[in-house]
């Protein structure tokens, strides 16, 4: 029997198994470690608390110099047992956390300049070093990449969304499909994630179907003189009995569970961002992609349409625009920033990886919006929002005098919206106070998504944030955490930790440095014999009956 009694994982591609109890799951000891989101920050966190330890390979070298004469200085020792933060002094990367840059540094050497070294890691199964744990997921082992549009390219690399352990290459080969551009689709990266935790015989640490409504801070056990821990509460989703046509019906089964250390590993991807604006709530107006495809597989949109508003200037507006753009439906594309800014994600990809991204860039800078010069004797009405001016019909078949135009589509850089009327008319406003009305038959408000920390209380986990007065996002107000260790600021107790996403690290590669940060300071707190949250001189029961 598995440690952890739990519900079955199950997916038509790959089967999990798991023991399944109509019981609810209450654990008879605290856990050491309860981890909050399955996805790929999560998994890899299992990963490495489940004894799966990195050394310094023998005669192994790294390519940059510095990094490799400290590693050279006590070999013996694992990654885990090393100081991080000495190990990451003068590097640099793409990342703001330091541990990502050094991690992705072991793992991709020279990777940003396309070069493909070996890394000077070797991988070593020492079980001794496992911490008990437990993983809850709502849906598999993937998080959100099952909910992904199945079709598409993955922004990042194949290589970037390996985990440690399983090359995604291989097992694409394995499969006997060639990766395109050295690329994967989300449909594949979520099957990658859900055959990794099966194949590295993670399973036993993995809870589906769990929903987490609570997690709070108690004085101490349930045993009087234990230290404080945290109790986690949620619902289990369990199948209950079959029906005569072979349907099950399924329940929600509430649990309870105490743990010394909780981390928060949920993603980002729950609520999608709104603008506030008046008439947003109207039935046109979208705030996901999965919407348009609805839209597209109804046939509601086609080239006869009225343009499709889309608004944003992240990856997943540029999807909404290669997909409208496809269908030779009219787009209008609104966005804060200038084509150039830095910040831009258009302007942070090579132009050869990302042809597609490198065309809605191009779309976004030769083909905006040119308004009018008012009169001159009109110039005092430029900022009067009661006379704003009307755009012409825009249609698939227009073309500028540019040869390089893009037919059906015009960008409106600088601009925000400024109102959605009932009568499909929306509201643009440039940052000089200009208005402008466009004729649309949807709107598609891609501005990004807010994590659900409800279980966190009333504020969504506010108070946790770099600033506490404003929601937390994965760009602009992630949770506030050490960067060596990855442990909450904010948090109303020792033993909380965030990762990925929530820590602004939005990217495959570099979530896995925060994975090495917790596992590592988790093994210090074992090494300096502060281990009343992960061992009590007995194996830790799980979800017992």
Known sequence: MSRWQMVECRRPSVQINMDRHDKEIIPGDVLPVVIIGNGPSGICLSYLLSGHTPYLSPGASHPNPLLHSKLREQPHLSLLEQDLEYLCEGLEGRSS?????????????????????????????????????LVLGKGP????????????LTLSLANWMDLPGLKLKDWMREKRRNVRNDRATPAEIASYYQHYVSQMSLEENFACGTTVTSVTRRPGGDQEGAPPCWRVTGLQRREGEELGDGF????????????HNVVLATGTHDIPARLGVEGESLPYVCHSFWELEAAISRGELDQSSDPVLVVGAGLTAADAVLATHHLN?????????????????????P????????KVHQMMTRQQYQPDPPPRD??????????PSSLPPLSSSTTSLSPSSYPGYLSFPLYRVAAFRPDRKCVLESDSGRRTVVQISKALVLIGAHPNLSFLGGDNGRALGVNPEEPITCRRNPIEADP?????????????YAMGPLVGENFVRFLKGGALAIAS??????????????????????LDS
């Open 141 to 152: 082992p993937g998080g959100a990449w099952h909910a992904m549009e199945g079709s598409m």
């Open 484 to 496: 060596f260790t990855n442990k909450v600021v904010a948090a109303d107790g020792p033993g909380m």
């Open 329 to 349: 439906t009219p787009v209008y594309h609104a966005f804060r920033r200038s084509v150039n800014d830095p910040g831009l994600i258009f302007n942070q990809l």
């Open 248 to 259: 099950a019906v399924s329940e929600e089964v509430p649990f309870s569970m105490l743990a």
């Open 521 to 542: 300071d988790l093994a210090k707190t074992l090494r300096d014999g502060g281990g009343d949250g992960l061992v009590d001189g007995k194996e830790v029961r799980g």
């Open 97 to 133: 956390n330091p541990v990502a840059v050094l991690f992705d540094s072991l793992l991709l050497p020279d990777s940003d300049f396309g070069l493909d070294h070996t890394s000077p890691l070797a991988w070593r199964y020492e079980p001794e070093r496992a911490i008990p744990h």
């Open 378 to 387: 009109h110039a005092q009405n430029l900022h009067d929002p009661s006379g």
């Open 351 to 358: 132009k050869l990886l990302y042809p597609e991204y490198h």
